[in-house]
Nanobody, 123 residues
Framework: QVQLVESGGGLVQAGGSLRVSCAAS????????MGWFRRAPGKEREFVAA????????YYADSVKGRFTISGDNAKNTVYLQMNSLNPVDTAVYYC????????????????WGQGIQVTVSS
């Protein structure tokens, strides 16, 4: 099993920045990639970004490209999501997830999930 713990969410004004982190523990050697998903009020959960551990390849949703940056620290088993130029539509609960393999942008591929962390962007 892998446990994921998110941190760093909160409230920020539009145009501001925020960084969320996710620390993995347990059988971390099984992790193929880690990603972030989000669920906004009244909407379905959607892919945000992911990083593949083997070569640090990164993947982004079109809606966040150029604004968000995902990075990973293998030694710390931690993944970060730096969010810049935030706007109210980015308000959501952000979930960290880890997969042992599969299509990185599909939530169904992920085996482990964090509890979620609230990010609120005020206008």
């Amino acid at each position: 099993q892998v446990q994921l713990v998110e941190s760093g969410g909160g409230l920020v004004q539009a145009g501001g920045s925020l960084r969320v982190s996710c620390a993995a523990s347990g059988r971390t050697f099984t992790i193929y990639a880690m990603g972030w998903f989000r669920r906004a009020p009244g909407k379905e959960r959607e892919f945000v970004a992911a990083v593949r551990w083997s070569d640090s390849s990164t993947y982004y949703a079109d809606s966040v490209k150029g604004r968000f940056t995902i990075s990973g620290d293998n030694a710390k088993n931690t993944v970060y999501l730096q969010m810049n130029s935030l706007n109210p539509v980015d308000t959501a609960v952000y979930y960290c997830a880890a997969t042992r393999g599969g299509t990185i942008k599909y939530s169904q591929a992920y085996d482990y999930w964090g509890q979620g962390i609230q990010v609120t962007v005020s206008s």
